[in-house]
């Protein structure tokens, strides 16, 4: 049982080049997010999806992008990267009430 | 602003002491409040959780103290090891647990 598979676990971009961070869950969880952990700060809430199809903004959108098409899948797209999206990007899912599962990240460096 | 503040920021215990973590809220619509678990390297873990229709909540060595009044909860941590040495993140949401507020974190190290 895989849980949450985030790839890839490094990248480095330079500024304005777009990617996609790729997040899949293997356990039917209804819900998915996207959090972006950065020193001193914790874990900040991108985006989150309530389903297939439904998608909504966290605390911290600005510049990113995702979709859900599959229950499985959870995309997160950079539009046109940044040196403040430097990061260490984290999805999680849920079933809604027995508790996030996060996967291992991605740590991002924009240059 | 962070919706939930956590203090302090890293502690130091000798092993078989007790660390005690504490974290502050604001928003009376948070209903469930999580604390995760990280190593260097890894993603959170949830470690354990509770909901505020109780003030404690134990799990082996770990224990959430929770008042509601005083919009407080705590974590602690009994008997500390050297492999409880990560970072510990409190949490808030409503009632799902998919729009989670996290705390800045708490570095714990443990010497043997």
């Known amino acids: 049982n895989a849980g949450v598979t985030q790839t890839p676990k490094f990248q480095v971009l330079k500024t304005g080049q777009s990617m996609t961070l790729q997040c899949a869950q293997d356990?039917?969880?209804?819900?998915m997010s996207w959090y972006r952990q950065d020193p001193g700060m914790g874990l900040r809430l991108i985006h989150y999806s309530v389903g297939a199809g439904i998608t909504d903004q966290g605390e911290v959108p600005n510049g990113y992008n995702v979709s859900r098409s599959t229950t499985e899948d959870f995309p997160l797209r950079l539009l046109s990267a940044a040196p403040s999206q430097t990061s260490v990007y984290f999805c999680a899912s849920s079933s809604g009430s027995g508790g996030a599962f996060f996967g291992q990240g991605t740590r991002l460096t924009v240059v | 602003q962070q919706q939930v503040k956590q203090s302090p920021q890293s502690l130091i215990v000798q092993k078989g002491g007790i660390s005690i973590i504490n974290c502050a809220y604001e928003?009376?619509?948070?209903?469930?409040f999580p604390w995760y678990q990280q190593f260097p390297g890894k993603g959170p873990a949830l470690l354990i959780a509770?909901?505020?229709?109780?003030s404690e909540k134990k799990e082996g060595r770990f224990t959430i103290s929770f008042n509601k009044s005083a919009k407080q909860f705590s974590l602690h941590i009994m008997d500390s090891q050297p492999g409880d040495s990560a970072t510990y993140f409190c949490?808030?949401?409503?009632?799902?647990?998919?729009?989670?507020?996290f705390g800045a974190g708490t570095t714990v190290t443990v010497r043997a």
């Open positions: 949490a808030a949401s409503g009632a799902n647990d998919y729009k989670l507020s």
């Open positions: 356990m039917n969880h209804e819900y």
């Open positions: 928003n009376t619509a948070f209903d469930y």
């Open positions: 509770i909901r505020p229709d109780v």
